[in-house]
């Protein structure tokens, strides 16, 4: 039976990062890494891997960082726990100290009629999965996507591009709807520019065909021929591990876990999308799985696996989200507007559009348009949503920075910031600051 102070079951990002950050932490532990799958991918990267990468080993998570800090790699697959021992498929028995579960989560097939037909296809984080659906995409004349969240519409946008029929199909009202709706129509505008079509308030109960798909019916009746159909409906945490371990869990919800991740189990932690999730505004159970939220956990763990070394006041999960679709980024932290009416919350929205650099002769440059959600007594920033280029993504960031601080619109109102004509939207017009100004002004009418 081999030994090793850590163990960490599971390969993605909250694994690798968990594995590192013990490595630094506590340099003469002995520490291995079990994971399924030989060659795991970067989640974030498979929507690229249908048009804008060559191959599907493109979007490949090197082993190069584990391999540098000594850290082992077994490929396996963990079936049982007895104390402080699992036991692996292949490789029988391994003793650990500290156990680590990152075991991920799994693509949602919906309960639709005809659905094990062939080429109908889930957003699967199986290389050799991706690389058949890859040729199918590409033998395909008609191309249906049921989903129109951040995966589908990035799947939408690559296929588009590919120059494929692309139809996509989401029951909300709105496509993107984590976003406002002003938002997800200009995401909707984009993908219709390019050529694809898209119907919202719809959703699949139908798949025809013999052997293979050749068309899907609508909840409305409508019939629809396709050849192929990729189902983008979210994901759920994989709770295989906690069952076999007999872990304290929420069905549908992730294995539960303290402030530092610890389970109902002593030495075994659970990080990333398995593990329960909640909500920073109001600490109920939240479905945000994010890569970023998975890593910031493994580092956390990574640190504190023999002694609380990183202290954590855990607030919950805010939910920053980004994308790409055509030329223009979307971004959302926080509170959206529909949110704040659905949660009977008192706000102030504030609004401030800008071209992110000065002059806007200058090449790169792109307009800037940014709403933000105020708490209405306490001035308190709750929520942020941006398009336009690039500079959309870090912009989140930070804006990310300002709502878990609680900075007030005062606070905003007084930001020393760095501007340059080449990287940035003019001091003058400044759209965070602008659109916090836009809010103070609503108050002062009051």
């Known amino acids: 039976m081999k030994q090793y102070d850590i163990v960490i079951v599971g390969g993605g990002p909250a694994g690798v990062t968990c594995a590192l950050s013990a490595k630094n932490t506590y340099p003469d532990k002995k520490i291995v890494l079990i994971r399924k799958e030989s060659k795991p991918l970067i989640p974030c990267g498979i929507p690229y891997v249908f048009h804008t990468l060559n191959e599907v080993s493109d979007d490949i998570l090197p082993d190069n960082p584990l391999i540098a800090s000594q850290i082992d790699i077994i490929n396996d697959e963990a079936t049982g726990k007895n104390d402080h021992k699992i036991t692996l498929a292949n490789n029988g028995e391994i003793a650990f100290e500290k156990l680590v579960i990152a075991t991920g989560s799994k693509a949602i097939m919906p309960k639709i009629e005809g659905a094990d ?14 690389k058949n ?3 199918r995409i590409q033998e395909a004349e008609k191309i249906v996507i049921l ?26 009202n709105t496509i993107l709807p984590t976003m406002d709706d002003e938002f997800g129509n200009k995401v909707k505008e984009i993908l219709e520019k390019e050529g694809a079509k898209v119907i919202t308030g719809k959703s699949i109960q139908k798949i025809y065909g013999n052997k293979s798909i050749t068309g899907v019916e609508l909840d409305d009746g409508t019939k629809i021929d396709c050849d192929l159909l990729i189902v983008s409906c979210g994901f759920r945490p994989n709770l295989e591990l906690a069952k076999k371990f007999n872990l304290v869990y929420e069905e549908g919800k992730g294995i539960l876990v303290d402030a530092y991740l610890r389970t109902s189990e002593k030495d075994v932690f659970a990080i990333g999308d398995c593990a329960a999730k909640y909500d920073f505004f109001t600490g109920e159970f939240s479905n945000i799985m994010l890569a970023s939220t998975a890593m910031a956990e493994g580092r956390l763990v990574g640190s504190n696996l023999y002694s609380i070394k990183t202290i954590r006041q855990y607030p919950g999960v805010l939910g920053t989200f980004s994308t790409k679709i055509g030329n223009i980024a979307f971004a959302v932290s926080g509170i959206t507007e529909k949110r704040a009416k659905a949660r009977s919350l008192d706000y102030t929205v504030g609004i401030a559009k800008a071209v992110d650099r000065h002059p806007a002769m200058l090449p790169d440059a792109s ?17 942020a949503q941006i398009m336009g280029g690039n500079s959309v993504g870090e912009m989140i960031n930070i804006m990310s920075v300002m709502i878990l601080n609680k900075m007030t619109d005062i606070d905003i109102y007084n930001l020393q910031i760095g501007t340059h004509p080449l990287l ?16 103070i002004k609503k108050w002062n009418k009051c």
């Not at 029929?165 to 909300?172: A, H």
């Open 133 to 135: 659906m890859k040729a």
């Open 147 to 172: 989903g129109g969240g951040y995966i589908g519409v990035e799947v939408a946008d690559e296929l588009v591009k590919a120059e494929k029929n692309v139809m996509v199909i989401e029951m909300m």
């Open 424 to 439: 940035t939207a003019s001091p003058i017009a400044y759209p965070i600051i602008n659109a916090t100004v836009d809010a």
């Open 367 to 383: 307009e800037i348009t940014v709403k933000l959600i105020f708490s209405t007594y306490s001035h308190t920033l709750m929520g």
């Open 117 to 130: 037909k062939e080429n109908v296809f889930l957003i699967k984080k199986d290389k050799e999965y991706l």
